[in-house]
């Protein structure tokens, strides 16, 4: 506050008006695989996206997704059948462009990996081989793979300090001087005079061999899908931007690779757990089978995770009928959830969880990798029950006669029965935690005294107050006095507020009995 030494007015203006900022409700983070040889729609243009890693692009609608990474490709084999469920699919492209018929912005991170699983071809120089009067040595060879070809190179001397470079098939290249690193463009090389100086018409000779490795990712299904996994582990695990505050994400799923939750998971703690993880179930499981999977150590528990089965068929963008993971289905019908709700609504049931965009769920039969059978799998009452039951949480996707394919369950991963074991709660629970964390704030280096704490606790119940009036809580108490701020804590420049809340719950199970009575019986 100024001080006046003559008369005068003085105004100052206080900002107390802080209030908590709302969150856009869908964004999800997205790790893909994708084909390195990919295309934009005119045939001819590379498309971007495909040719680089490790960089996370913002998709903000189905042009830009078909712009950057070009149509969704999915195999087949040499008469045309489908591979359903080959780990070289681009499923998460798919699952993109399905979330962005209702979405408009999801971040994107494609894994340092080539799908097209195409023959690699390397060109490798042999040791050098040399014939003449004088010595020395020819070190620090190089192949540039991009222009080499299968050719022998002769490097002859015109004297002491110059010799000729010239290939069997690329011709004459121009002179190397002694002691000068010698590069052009195909080979590269440096030459050392040794005891002898050189004389006219000594000679290097090096031999370039072509090496042609094929299924580079594996010999099979399994192994491909090893090294698919191993790629996006790596990404997931050591990209800092997806880390940063650059990117505010509330979804993470990587459609198609279960294998990577755990690695999610990690990132959803890097990120102060402030997203949740939609995850898939194994492609090729029968729902029995898949009941058991989901005890084993291959299934993660965590609140921020829930899972999905089965799998679906859909039709991609250039209209062929294709087998895709659920984390897509399910992400959609969050986005929808969120359109005509909120986060706190289950994504769930026939009047937010009716799926769209596909025509049957299954799973397949045979050897992946190669042209699998489809078997569907409406998913009766039993087969509900089993994948759905405490412990196994799988969340399943029926088909219901006359009332179409559903999300039919919101449970999360968690091991323990909790408020927190139901997504459309941790929804909910994240949306708060990061809008107060980011609405607290504005508190920071403010005096710690009761007006700080009135005007924080001030700001709190208007916001949970609001969420309580549209249905996401039925009742909360925002605690910021001398209870919980003790001089303890206010000496080691603390301020607690503590917030106890009770989280709307789902109607998941109705009963209703009927008694039938006699007709002289008396009804109130």
């Given at each position: 506050m100024p001080t006046l030494v003559s008369p005068g007015v003085s105004v100052?203006?206080?900002?107390?008006s802080f209030y908590v900022a709302v969150t856009a409700p869908t964004v999800p983070l997205f790790f893909v695989v994708t084909r390195a040889d990919k295309k934009k729609t005119d045939g001819i243009t590379d498309a971007p996206?495909?040719?680089?890693?490790s960089l996370v692009r913002t998709i903000t609608s189905l042009n830009s997704s078909v712009d950057t990474y070009g149509v969704p490709y999915f195999r087949t084999d040499n008469t045309g059948a489908q591979l359903h469920g080959d780990c070289r699919n681009e499923y998460g492209l798919f699952a993109l462009n399905q979330f962005l018929t209702i979405g408009n912005r999801a971040y994107v991170v494609r894994a340092d990996v080539d799908a097209a699983d195409a023959d690699v071809i390397t060109f490798i120089a042999a040791s050098p081989t040399f014939s003449g009067v004088g010595n020395g040595?020819?070190?620090?060879?190089?192949?540039n793979q991009l222009t080499a070809q299968a050719e022998t190179w002769t490097i002859v001397a015109t004297n002491a300090t110059t010799f000729s470079v010239n290939g069997f098939v690329s011709g004459p290249q121009g002179t190397a001087t002694v002691g000068v690193p010698y590069n052009n463009g195909i080979i590269s090389f440096t030459l050392t005079v040794g005891g002898t100086p050189f004389q006219a018409l000594d000679t290097f000779t090096l031999v370039i061999t072509q090496t042609t490795v094929s299924n580079p990712l594996g010999a099979n299904d399994a192994a491909k899908r090893v090294s698919?996994?191993?790629?996006?582990?790596?990404?997931?695990n050591?990209?800092?931007d997806i880390r940063s505050d650059y990117y505010e994400y509330n979804l993470i799923l990587c459609p198609g690779y279960h294998e990577v939750v755990d690695e999610l998971l990690n990132l959803n703690q890097s990120i102060n757990d402030e997203a949740f993880v939609i995850a898939d179930t194994p492609s090729n499981k029968t729902p029995e089978d898949t009941a058991i999977w989901s005890l084993t150590i291959a299934r993660y528990r965590s609140p921020n995770v829930g899972y999905y089965y089965p799998w679906s068929v859909a039709s991609n963008l250039d209209g062929v009928n294709v087998f895709v993971a659920p984390s897509g289905l399910a992400l959609k019908t969050y986005a929808y959830n969120d359109n005509v709700a909120e986060v706190w609504f289950p994504p769930a049931g026939f009047r937010r969880g009716v799926v769209t965009?596909?025509?049957?769920?299954?799973?397949v039969t045979g050897t992946l990798g190669t042209a699998t059978t489809f078997v569907s799998t409406p998913l009766n009452q039993g087969q509900r029950d089993v994948l759905y039951e405490f412990f196994k949480n799988i969340n399943p996707i029926p088909f219901f006669p006359g009332r179409g394919i559903v999300i039919f369950g919101q449970k999360t991963s968690y091991s323990l029965t909790s408020a927190l074991d139901r997504i459309n709660v941790m929804r909910l629970l994240i949306k708060m935690k990061r809008e107060i964390r980011k609405a607290a704030?504005?508190?920071l280096f403010e005096l710690n005294d009761r007006i700080t704490r009135d005007s924080i606790k001030q700001m709190i119940d208007d916001y949970l107050n609001d969420i309580m009036v549209r249905r996401g809580l039925y009742d909360f108490l925002v605690i910021c006095d001398e209870q919980n701020n003790t001089p303890v804590r206010i000496d080691r420049n603390e301020l607690w507020v503590d917030i106890l809340v009770k989280p709307a719950k789902a109607v998941e199970f109705i009963y209703i009995p009927i008694r039938v009575v006699s007709t002289g019986a008396k009804l109130h």
């Open positions: 100052t203006i206080v900002d107390e996206g495909a040719l680089e890693h040595t020819m070190t620090g060879i190089g192949v698919i996994v191993t790629a996006l582990q790596g990404e997931i050591s990209n800092q965009g596909i025509s049957d769920v299954g799973y704030m504005a508190y």
